[in-house]
């Protein structure tokens, strides 16, 4: 059977579209990966350079770059710090900056609302929603990946806390002061946090204050508790008391928080198998009971 126009056109715009949308994604990141580099290498001198970037560092990217400043130029304040945020929560992924995660949206939705126009055409049953609601869904995909990373990248620092902060018992009943017993921990310890650390002591290399230096870590995770812990680890060492014992308690005190957090988790267990057996068990054990009963009785009247 010979395929219609309408349907190769609509198989043709989908390919090309879902095509088109992952150039754009992977060129984006490709771009940002080998302009800033990954980890601590993008605060080397010189990361930002755009040789031997190719066609997504010398196209792809700048396109991107000028439609997230006009993004941005448009948008309130408010929203760009929000992004900020989530950005830096998520360990700045790929060195995305405020911008490109604004146009990525843009360009996204626009690209889902092109698409699903051109399919519904083709189809002949043009809806004037279904594009917007595919335009919307399109733009959220971006925040809903940044928020994903920022969630996963702040469960794992959470859970670090505790054995670091041990560590730093350790170090400091050994005799060793604040720096040194960060630059061992830092050392010592994996993770998002671990880096966290790292970044904080190559800041106060470059003459950043170790309390100003410890204040930015907390505020680059977005953690309250983490804020907290830091801001009491500066105090104590400003008053000079020995943070030995304040690294046990806060030690202890991030276990109790990770328990409660692990049975406010298991709290909610039994409310999503009751979703679970409703939306899915329930319906099927009454297809099979109800609906032979039905046929029955209809076919016997």
């Not at 002949?124 to 809903?144: D, H, K, S, T, Y």
């Not at 400003?238 to 202890?252: E, H």
């Amino acid at each position: 059977m010979s395929m219609s126009f309408g349907a190769a056109g609509r198989m043709l715009l989908s390919v090309g579209s879902a095509v088109a949308a992952q150039a754009l994604v992977l060129g984006v990141l490709q771009a940002a990966g080998g302009r800033r580099g990954r980890g601590l290498e993008r605060f080397r001198p010189g990361a930002g350079t755009r040789a031997g970037r190719g066609f997504p560092g010398r196209v792809i990217l700048p396109l991107v770059s000028r439609v997230g400043e006009g993004v941005v130029r448009l948008i309130g304040p408010h929203t760009v710090t929000g992004v900020r945020r989530r950005l830096l929560a998520a360990g700045n992924p790929f060195g995305l900056d405020v911008g490109e995660v604004l146009a990525a949206q843009v360009i996204l939705g626009a690209m889902a609302g092109v698409t699903t126009t051109g399919y519904l055409a083709l189809d002949g049953n043009w809806r004037p929603v279904a594009p917007l609601i595919a335009a919307a869904a399109a733009f959220q995909l971006p925040a809903l990946w940044l928020d994903r990373r920022a969630n996963t990248r702040q469960a794992q620092i959470l859970e670090d806390v505790p054995g670091m902060l041990d560590l730093m018992v350790v170090c400091t009943d050994a005799g060793l002061n604040l720096p040194q017993a960060l630059a061992v921990t830092a050392g010592r310890t994996p993770g998002p946090l671990g880096a966290e650390l790292r970044r904080c002591l190559q800041q106060t290399e470059a003459g950043t204050p170790m309390a100003e230096a410890l204040r930015l870590m907390a505020a680059r995770s977005g953690l309250p508790d983490l804020e907290a812990l830091t801001n009491a680890v500066v105090r104590a060492d400003n008053l000079g008391t020995p943070i030995t014992q304040l690294c046990r308690d806060q030690a202890q005190q991030a276990r109790w928080r990770k328990r409660n957090r692990i049975e406010a988790r298991i709290a909610t267990v039994p409310l999503k198998l009751t979703l679970v057996t409703v939306f899915f068990f329930l319906p099927v054990l009454l297809v099979l009971t109800v609906v032979p009963n039905l046929i029955s009785f209809a076919t016997r009247w």
